[in-house]
């Protein structure tokens, strides 16, 4: 049995009227009838290769079980909710997890971008990694089948890039219009700086060329050795969010907090949604979290908030065939799991992560294995 597609036929006979979006459609879907092929944009099997294999040989950090989340978040966002546009990654270090995004492209119009100080260490204040441009395109070539001309690159600090901070015209114009240009954001890893300043800048940056439907992940939210990534986060979230003050609605959560719905989610959604008066002069647009896994926040588009939260609930439980009983992966609480003035899905309290780890490698990773390789024609070997 393939997971995820059978978690995708679950959504046939959903009704998915969405009364509701963002303030501003900024961009029109990029080639919004495009019709997704069923095959990654792939090459002599380097997507299965990539994580067995090739990921393991390029320096980083990187938790295995976030390739699985990815995977499931992509096949979502081609395939059933229709969002296709730029991908890449802020912070890529030698390119671990930013070669990966870049094979999950289906189009070759799709933009690809990295960003990082790589070299120029006086601009890595915090001394969060020490990146190599040069090791990161050799890596690009290598383990992701694309040269040079594939992918924008902006070697410098990502603050230059937001006009709210920045004065740097060549900087500000080539992420206007090389990066985000008419696509819009879909995919997106925040990794930079790890400084208040520069995670807010990052999000803030990110928030206003994001596609409705789009997802950011921002890593190290939890890690204690970078505090400020939690603070920047708050700061993005404070502004464009308000504290539930709906009694009668907190009061319906409080009565079944482990279950969710689509309906519930839209109503906590308009709840916590600023009115116009009231938004501090933010200069970012509202992107709201829903997911915390393996040390990132996942965020997308607040109209889209109930479709990420019904899919993650659809993976949170695994079934034990042995014992025909169902295991608890992931957690929702829907007054004591929340971020941003809203209810995420996280990993299952009290489990550690080498029972994480166990519980993925027995349950989840054969089957998702076996999936790329069916989709993408490549061999899997057990």
Not at 29 to 54: D, M, W
Not at 135 to 159: P, Q, W
Not at 229 to 253: A, I, K, P, W, Y
Request: glycine letters at 6%; a neutral charge.
């Amino acid at each position: 049995m393939i997971l995820s597609i059978v978690l995708f036929n679950s959504y046939k006979n959903n009704n998915w009227n969405l009364d509701f979006s963002k303030d501003e459609n900024k961009f029109e879907l990029f080639e919004a009838k495009l019709k997704v092929e069923s095959s990654l944009n792939v090459t002599h099997g380097s997507h299965l290769r990539y994580i067995t294999e090739f990921s393991k040989k390029i320096d980083g950090w990187l938790e295995h079980e976030i390739f699985y989340i990815v995977w499931i978040i992509h096949r979502f966002q081609y395939e059933k909710i229709h969002v296709i546009g730029v991908i890449g990654e802020i912070g890529v270090h030698h390119g671990k997890f930013t070669c990966y995004l870049f094979l999950l492209r289906r189009s070759k119009k799709q933009i690809l971008f990295a960003v990082d100080v790589f070299e120029q260490q006086y601009l890595n204040k915090d001394k969060s990694g020490r990146g190599s441009l040069t090791v990161f395109r050799g890596n690009l070539r290598d383990y992701a089948n694309l040269h040079e001309k594939d992918v924008t690159i902006y070697a410098g600090s990502s603050l230059d890039l937001n006009p709210k901070f920045s004065n740097n015209n060549v900087a500000i114009s080539w992420w206007k219009n090389e990066v985000v240009g008419h696509q819009g954001l879909q995919l997106v890893s925040v990794d930079g700086g790890h400084t208040a300043l520069l995670t807010y800048s990052d999000v803030c940056l990110v928030s206003n060329g994001m596609l409705d439907g789009g997802v950011v992940l921002v890593d190290d939210i939890v890690h204690p050795g970078w505090m400020g990534v939690r603070d920047g986060v708050g700061r993005f979230l404070d502004e464009t969010s308000q504290l539930l003050t709906d009694h009668m609605l907190e009061n319906q959560l409080a009565y079944l907090p482990n279950q969710t719905s689509i309906q519930l989610s839209k109503r906590i959604i308009e709840a916590t949604t600023r009115k116009h008066e009231n938004r501090k002069n933010s200069q970012c647009s509202r992107l709201v979290p829903f997911l915390l896994y393996a040390n990132k926040l996942f965020l997308t588009t607040p109209n889209f908030y109930p479709l990420y939260i019904d899919l993650i609930a659809n993976i949170s439980l695994i079934h034990d065939e042995i014992t025909n009983s169902k295991i608890r992966y992931l957690a929702y609480n829907s007054l004591r799991y929340t971020i941003g003035n809203v209810p995420v899905w996280i990993e299952q309290e009290g489990m550690n992560t080498t029972a994480r780890n166990d519980l993925f490698k027995r349950y989840i990773e054969p089957n998702w294995l076996r999936e790329i390789a069916f989709i993408t024609k490549e061999t899997y070997k057990v």
